[in-house]
């Protein structure tokens, strides 16, 4: 079977080492199977739920692809667009809002979280968020999403909208019911100041997170200030599980390297910090620098990748147009 993959990736600046293992990463590993096809969208409209600056959005738009194509994925295997381009988006979001209950979208956590105590101020798009997120997703027949953790209850409205639209179209099968793709142990990133916060591009400190186009010496300083405890390193996951900030630390080196959490700690257990950061900001260095260099080399050339952009926009736009035609007959329009 052919597997059909799609996500996307916000333009709202500052793309760190939580979308990169939580995502990007699994995104190259998917693009490099032979038989998928995928898609991977720069969500602008998603971005706009919050407000943006126009010059520097454009620019994001641009890092944005930049850091797809840096960390490995190949524009001539797979379609990068920008959402804002395919009209389609918009549209199915409209539609499928007339399928979303009230009663599910106000169970969303992250608008919750996202709009704070002053939710009365909140953009509606911040709220129906999620259902343009649907539309992305279901308007590619896709099977299979790879995200990070905290989209996990986005996935299952998205597959609640699908069955809903069939069922009340009576169109068995007509939406595809998307799985998501969420690697167990490294699909949410906590911030390097607070094991239990999710690391973020909002958080306020950039000391928090490791940004995709940190230098050496800042990656290095931030591991070196990196939150801790007082204990060396344990040696069972059980143990592991009591320490948010080692599990942390511990998950990001063993995603890096490729380990299981197990042989991390086996290679680490009883030594002391500062001897594990030492190895993790060395392994991070090597990770990452070649991708932030990339990056930085790949957005002197704007023709390159608004050139990705524009083709990609084309293979999208047919696929979406044509499942919109297709919708309008359902619905009766
Ligand atoms: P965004 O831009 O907020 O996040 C992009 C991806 O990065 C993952 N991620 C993390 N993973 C692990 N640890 C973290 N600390 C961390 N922070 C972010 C996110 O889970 C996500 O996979 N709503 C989506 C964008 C979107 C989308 C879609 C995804 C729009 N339409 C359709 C899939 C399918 C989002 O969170 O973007």
């Known amino acids: 079977m052919v597997k059909k993959i799609f996500s996307g990736v916000q333009p709202s600046g500052n793309l760190h080492l939580g979308n990169y293992l939580g995502a990007i990463k699994n995104f190259v590993e998917l693009n490099n199977e032979e038989k998928n096809r995928c898609i991977f969208c720069v969500v602008d409209l998603h971005a706009i739920t919050v407000s943006q600056d126009p010059k520097q959005l454009k620019n994001n738009i641009r890092e944005t692809v930049a850091t797809f194509i840096a960390s490995g994925i190949d524009p001539k295997k797979s379609i990068i667009f920008n959402q804002s381009k395919v009209s389609a988006h918009s549209e199915a979001a409209w539609i499928l809002s ?58 299952e409205l998205c597959r609640d909208i699908a069955q809903k639209f069939n069922n009340d179209f009576k169109v068995d099968d007509f939406f595809k019911i998307p799985e998501p793709l969420i690697k167990k142990e490294f699909s949410r990133i906590m911030s390097l100041k607070d094991g239990l916060k999710k690391m973020s591009k909002s958080e306020i400190s950039d000391l928090s997170r490791i940004n995709l186009t940190d230098d050496k010496d800042t990656i290095a300083n931030k591991i070196k200030k990196a939150k801790t405890d007082a204990l060396p390193l344990p040696s069972t996951i059980e143990e592991l599980e009591k320490r ?90």
Request: aromatic share 8%; charged share 25%.
């Open 244 to 333: 948010p900030e080692a599990k942390n630390l511990i998950g990001i080196y063993s995603s890096l390297s490729g380990l299981t959490l197990e042989n991390s700690l086996n290679e680490f257990s009883g030594k002391n910090f500062s001897n594990f950061k030492e190895n993790l900001s060395q392994l991070l260095i090597e990770k990452i620098i070649p991708i932030s260099l990339r990056i930085k080399e790949l957005l002197n050339d704007h023709n390159y990748l608004d050139s990705i952009l524009t083709d990609g926009y084309k293979k999208a736009d047919k696929i979406a147009s044509e499942k919109v035609k297709k919708i309008h007959e359902i619905i009766g329009f």
């Open 98 to 155: 007339c399928t979303a209950r009230l009663g599910w979208l106000n169970r969303m956590t992250q608008f919750k979280e996202k709009a704070g105590k002053d939710k009365e101020k909140a953009s509606i798009g911040l709220y129906s968020y999620p259902v343009l997120m649907a539309a992305d997703i279901l308007l590619y027949d896709s099977t299979h999403v790879p995200v990070g953790n905290d989209q996990k209850q986005h996935l």
